[in-house]
Structures are given as C-alpha cells and as structure tokens.
C-alpha cells in the first residue's frame, strides 16, 4: 500500500526520523478532537512536560575502545522473552486511531518481539486480540470497577485467553480536567457534534477508515450492559471505576489472580514496598503519561529510589515520556527491567496501522543498540555500570 503523505515526512530511507516528526504526522490524519485526546494531559500539562524535561537532564559518560559492534538488548520481562526491553503500554480507545487498532498493535509487538499490554478500554475486546496473537507476548491492564463480580469476571476472560500477566492500575481513582478534551467537547459528550463531525470532514482518510470499521465500542465492555456506544459506555465508566479502591483490593487481586500481577501508577517507594509485600511481581512506576496528577514528578526521577525499594524482588518499569532508544537505556542503568511505551506507537498506529507501530518499535531498537555500542556496553547485565551525570544539584 502507498504510505500516506504525513507518514512519508516522517520517514527518511524507510526509517522513522524521530517520534516528534512521527507526531505531526499523526496530528496530519486524526481528526483533531482524537488527536488531542492521545496528546493531552491534565490540567496544566506540567507532569506531561516533566515526563520529557526529566530525561534530558541525565547525561552518559561513555566508555570508549570496547568492541561492541553487535550488542544484545535481549532480556525477559515477567517470564516473557523479548528481543528489546519495551513494552506497549495500555492506550484507551487505541482501536479508534486506525481500524481494528489493538490487533495491529499486538501484532506489531508480535513481530518485534516485545509486550503489548492491552486496555481495559480497547475497542477490540481480549479475546479477539488473544485469538490472532500468541497470547504469551500480551498483558492485560485491569482498573478495579465498584463491580467487583464484574471486575473478577474480566480478569478471569483474559485468563482464560491464555494471559499470564495482569496489570492493574492504581492511578486513576477519579480522570481530572483535561482542557483540551473540554475545549474539543470530549468530555461528558453523548454523542458526536456538527463540531466532530466538521473536524471530521478536514480528515477524510482517517474518516474513510472509520466510517467502514466496526467496532464503536469499547469490546470488552460490550456483554455488561454498560452502553451501547462509546459515548454511553464513557459515561459508565465515569461511575463505575472505583474512587475507593485501597491496598485490601490489591490483595483481593492478588488471591483471584494466578498469573504475575504487576501494579502501573505507583511513585513512592514505600508503596512499592507495600506491592511487593502484597505479591506483586512487577511495577510499573507512571504517572500515567501526564494524565492523571497534574505537577507530578516524572517516573523517571523517582525510578532509582523505587528500585532500591523493590530490592530485587519484582521486576521494575517505568514509563512517561520516553521518546529515545538512549532513554531507555538511561532508565535500565537506573535499574528499570524495562520502558513502557504509550504516545509513541500511538502515533505511528494513527499514522500507519500495524506498520507504523513495527515503525516505531525499529526505531527504539535502532536507538537502543545503536546508545548500547557508544556506551560500550555488550549486554544488558552490565547496563547498572553505566556511569550518568546531571547539573542540577
Ligand atoms: C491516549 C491514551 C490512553 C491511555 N489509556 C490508558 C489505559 O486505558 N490504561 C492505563 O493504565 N494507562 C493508559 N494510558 C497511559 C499509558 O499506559 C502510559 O502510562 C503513558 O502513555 C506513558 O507515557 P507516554 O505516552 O509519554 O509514553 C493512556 C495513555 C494515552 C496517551
């Protein structure tokens, strides 16, 4: 298939230029109240804008003469092997962005050999992303509803597909303002304005696509009565995740789950300490991409101390704002198994389906074995070693 013209600029000799250029892109083909609902934060943006600040401020001091031509960046993340340390982070309404989006993400990951952790929220439902993909390389990402019949019934569907890792996220007990959502009429909305519908007509391709697919709700959601479209179903959801939810649930969740449960939204490292005592195998230190607290410190400055936290005994990831191969590996010398990755592939699933999130997935390789090589560093076991300074103090 001809790639289309915003995708072509982000490209030069078939590689993805940078995630920014990959951004303008998908800004290109998403109508723009879609594109505002994956690029926006809460409040006043400024966790989304640390997310990004806080990587820039960690430099390397590279080790040089080393021979490393062809490092390995393979490793293992909650038993599944992977050829990179990345994983797909869960993205809301991610099949909204091209059709059938989860399947071409899963796929996608698939390929490139790494995790895709599906939403609670896709528009494909678990079970149709577990029948076209080995579900091994999936996770599932689980929010606690005030339901907890219906809450254990989904963790049991996405066991009986064949999941063994269930993430459960803790940092959206209630969704804050998110300006452009309101500016755009994305919020509390019933049903699509003249409004939509006029930002829909400046992007015909992607309203091509749309107006063809199936799928306008959010699949996993469809057999509990909770709205017939994806408006109805929003508002549901609205109510019914839970604002109460404490660490008593976290251990009801670890007794009905058998599979390794992994906790994504937690920042101090005496809840780390919590998690891992409760059971936990895993954590993923986020504050959910600059959606959710508004003047949150960045996941990455607080990596270190979790680390130390955990003390080896749950593998630890980090997420928010990570748009380079380099700052993964900062992260991993900084002791994170692994990076989640969230807008990025958002962008390119928007941009070019299943081959602009292989896209993006290739540029993080590139840049990870590429940052490996400068640095010296053959594998991953020695990545600790990795000497980085700031200026800040
Ligand atoms: C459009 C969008 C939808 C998201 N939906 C979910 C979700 O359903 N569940 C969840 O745990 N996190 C969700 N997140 C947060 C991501 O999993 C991840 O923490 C965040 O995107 C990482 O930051 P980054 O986008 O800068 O990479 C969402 C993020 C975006 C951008």
Known sequence: MPLSVPMADALEGGMIVSIEALRLAARRILPRWLFDYVDGGAYSETTMRRNLAALVERYFVPQVLRGISRPNARTTLFGHQQDVPVMLAPVGMAGMLSPQGEIKAARAAARQGVTACLSHFSIVSVEDVARVVDPVSLAFQLYIFRD?????DMVSRAWACGIRTLVVTVDTPVTPMRARDARN???NLSRLS???VGHMALRPAWSWAAARRGGRTMGNLDRYGMGTNLFAQAATIARELDPDIGWHDLAWLRDVWKGKLVVKGVMLPEDTVECVRIGAEGIVISNHGGRQLDGAVAGFDVLEENVRAAGGRAQMVVDGGFR???DVVKALALGASGVMLGRP???GLATDGEQGVVDVLEYFRQGIHSTMTLLGLGDLS????????????
């Open 148 to 152: 907890r019949d219906l809450t254990r």
């Open 185 to 187: 009429g994305f919020r």
């Open 194 to 196: 003249a409004r939509h």
């Open 324 to 326: 380079y191969g380099s």
């Open 345 to 347: 592939y958002a962008y």
């Open 382 to 393: 020695v990545v600790k070693d990795i000497r980085m300074t700031s200026f800040d103090k």
